[in-house]
């Protein structure tokens, strides 16, 4: 019997456990360091490409897709009658999306592609509600898109970079911002908003995003706790762990009764957030 198939690519957050459980299936982006390519999920760990970042003075080279991987894909699952959503990327932050809107095109399957305006944890958001409408049963996929789009809306992004060097060497931040860094060690805090990047912070130190995480993000988690119900909460972060141990202790005591994913983030992330950046994303219904 058809049913809508799910397809996503590599910087979903998504585990191992997930994959399976929900049938998703996955498009892999690669990155290139010390002049070697690996596929993200296929050739490479998060864990290990952390490693091989934190020993390289380069910054690793990411590429999307080949178009005829998202061809290849969507042939494959389409081929008895099925439809397929592909939901993917962030379009601001890669040509993955495109990529998969040209393959759509040229496929022999019915394809819709979505531009998930986000990455990582908070793409698996969106990728597991469409999974599990289709599991269920759901077979019109604009009802699924509807979905996905109410998971988008009330999803929350929030990114602390420690150092700046890869995120300005990846022209995801002005240059002078890199000079800044250098110069008077500073942090950000960053927010994704509908595939814009917003720099809500600016301080010395590791303090200064610890400051803005209590004074701005706690308060508003706990606020949405009284309007609504917060359903997924995903930590990612490249490398270091001790203080993103304490910011998932703090969170934990806001939200004790949702369960927390913790993860090592995914080589095309972990390139342009750098050492020790940690993102946490949530979503509320």
């Not at 490409?49 to 003075?57: A, I, L, P, Q």
């Not at 809306?153 to 000079?179: F, H, Q």
């Not at 800044?180 to 010395?204: D, E, F, V, Y």
Request: glycine share 6%; hydrophobic share 35%; charged share 25%.
């Amino acid at each position: 019997m058809s049913k809508i198939k799910i397809v996503t690519d590599s910087t979903a957050g998504l585990t191992d456990e997930e994959i399976v459980k929900y049938d998703i299936n996955i498009v892999p982006l690669s990155v290139m360091i010390d002049g070697t390519v690996y596929t993200e999920r296929e050739t490479i760990t998060n864990e290990e490409f952390y490693e091989k970042m934190k020993n390289t003075n380069s910054l690793p080279k990411t590429s999307q897709p080949p178009l005829g991987k998202f061809i290849d894909m969507f042939d494959k699952l389409g081929s008895d009658g099925s439809e397929v959503l592909s939901i993917n990327l962030d379009s601001e932050l890669s040509g993955t999306y495109k990529t998969a809107c040209e393959a759509a095109r040229l496929s022999k399957a019915n394809v819709k592609v979505i531009d998930s305006l986000t990455t990582d944890r908070a793409l698996a958001f969106q990728v597991i509600k469409a999974a599990q409408l289709s599991l269920d049963g759901e077979n019109d996929i604009d009802k699924i898109i509807n979905n996905i789009n109410k998971v988008r809306d009330n999803t929350k992004l929030y990114m602390g970079i420690i150092n700046l060097d890869n995120i300005v060497k990846g022209g995801r931040l002005r240059p002078w911002a890199g000079a800044i860094t250098n110069l008077l060690n500073i942090k950000i805090a960053i927010q994704l908003i509908n595939g814009k990047i917003n720099i809500n912070s600016k301080g010395r130190g590791i303090k200064s995003i610890h400051n803005y995480f209590k004074k701005h993000v706690y308060p508003e988690m706990s606020q949405t706790l009284k309007d609504n119900s917060i359903n997924s909460i995903g930590i990612s972060y490249v490398g270091e762990t001790e203080f993103i141990d304490q910011i998932r202790d703090e969170i934990h005591e806001i939200c004790p009764d949702v369960k927390i994913v913790m993860r090592e983030t995914v080589p095309i992330i972990a390139t342009y957030g750098g050492l020790g950046a940690f993102a946490l994303m949530y979503y509320s219904e």
